[in-house]
């Protein structure tokens, strides 16, 4: 009997401590879980909080960098205002010692007049404005009112066949076919150069472009694109115009009449911005020396 009741302890005893030791690992399972949690929720806690943070530290890098190109725009704004200023008295500086160089020059000698033109010369500094002349002169033509304009092509458009249609009426008229020949083939010439080099260098007209400074044409070679280089317009007026001069009748106007014709084309070109002075420039240069050659 005693060893029954031996046996019955020692089951209570393990039934018991089976359920303690279940409850402790329950415990234990919920102890570990809670942890999990808060090991997760703390990450993601940091997570959110390095994000923010990085997120201000951009915003404040941002900011900062915002604010010193306003700082540098305004800085330059600021050098670009008081550059202008200073340019401005120097040019008023520049212009009263002219006007008390040219003033002191009435009554004074050939040599003092001399030395004072240069003097007035530098003072001016006329190497800038030359440098400076072409753009100038753009910035006069191109703003020509629109409707004055479209006349001007017209006249350019007309002139550019006036000047060699007479060449070609004077010599039929007076049954002088040798210059008509040579006419002929002098102009020929001269459209073939000026073609050859529109395909060359496919220039842009000034239309083309949004700048006041003549691009300088660069070798590209094509016939489909830029054809500012050179004027053809001008070409054929100021050819015309030189074998004007070959029949004055003893009249010089006549031959310096249809020179003009051809320089008020070349104007007229850059009026209504179809070429630059370049442009222009070159073709009469080209005319002139083909023209001096066969003559």
């Known amino acids: 009997m005693g060893l029954d009741l031996d046996k019955r302890l020692k089951d209570v005893f393990a ?16 102890i570990d879980d809670k942890i999990d949690t808060l090991k997760d929720s703390g990450k993601a ?16 890098r941002d ?43 009435i009554g004074g000698n050939m040599n003092d007049i001399a030395k004072k033109l240069a003097l007035i010369a530098t003072t001016l500094n006329l190497k800038s404005l030359i440098k400076n002349l072409p753009a100038i002169l753009y910035r006069i033509l191109w703003n020509i009112p629109s409707n004055m304009k ?31 020949r040579e006419f002929i083939i002098y102009y020929l010439i001269c459209t073939v150069i000026q073609i050859l080099l529109k395909w060359a260098f496919n220039a842009p007209r000034p239309s083309q472009t949004d700048s006041e400074a003549n691009p300088f044409p660069k070798l590209e070679w ?27 009748f003893g009249q010089p106007w ?33 005319a002139s020396i083909v023209f001096l050659i066969m003559i």
């Not at 340019?87 to 003033?103: C, S």
């Not at 479209?150 to 007309?158: S, T, Y």
């Open 45 to 60: 806690s940091f997570e959110n909080t390095k994000s923010r943070v990085e997120d201000r530290i951009f915003d404040a």
């Open 15 to 30: 039934s018991e401590k089976s359920k303690l030791e279940k409850k402790v690992d329950g415990v234990k399972n919920k």
């Open 63 to 105: 900011d900062a960098k915002n604010k010193l190109r306003d700082i540098e725009d305004k800085a330059k704004d600021k050098i670009d205002d008081l550059n202008s200023d200073a340019r401005k008295r120097i040019d008023e500086v520049k212009l009263n010692v002219a006007k008390k160089l040219l003033g002191s020059m």
């Open 254 to 286: 006549v031959g310096i009449a249809g020179i003009t014709l051809g320089l008020i084309t070349a104007l007229s070109r850059m009026i209504v911005r179809a070429h630059w002075l370049l442009d222009v420039g070159t073709s009469i240069i080209i």
């Open 150 to 180: 479209d006349d001007i092509r017209k006249i350019g458009d007309h002139i550019q066949f006036l000047t060699p249609i007479v060449v070609v009426l004077y010599c039929i008229i007076d049954g002088n076919i040798p210059m008509l």
């Open 222 to 248: 094509s016939v489909n694109r830029g054809d500012s280089f050179p004027s053809g317009h001008t070409m054929s007026a100021i050819s015309g115009g030189l074998f004007w001069t070959l029949f004055a």
